[in-house]
């Protein structure tokens, strides 16, 4: 039997700045678990497929956190 694909709850992140501005901002690596609230710095889109759960510039929220865990990410780069 096929094994049936794992349902997806997935909220639509909220733009908390330029994409620019993030990039080009100051930087540090937070864990995981320290991140939630703090916003993305860096792109994080885990291969296979490579569509990105958060773009730099976005708020990183709780159900962000439990899908970065899910693939085993234990860092963030959030602005400073």
């Known amino acids: 039997e096929a094994r049936q694909p794992e349902a997806i709850s997935y909220t639509q992140p909220t733009a ?3 994409v620019r501005e993030a990039v080009f901002a100051w930087q540090q690596a937070k864990p995981l678990q320290e ?3 703090c916003i993305a710095a860096s792109m994080v889109a885990p291969c296979p497929p ?3 759960l ?3 510039g976005e ?3 709780p159900e962000h ?3 970065m ?3 085993g990410i234990c860092f963030v780069n959030v602005l400073k």
């Open 16 to 18: 908390a700045g330029a």
């Open 54 to 56: 958060l773009i730099p």
């Open 35 to 37: 991140s939630e609230g």
């Open 59 to 61: 708020r990183i929220a």
């Open 69 to 71: 865990k899910k693939i």
């Open 65 to 67: 956190l439990v899908w």
């Open 50 to 52: 490579g569509v990105p």
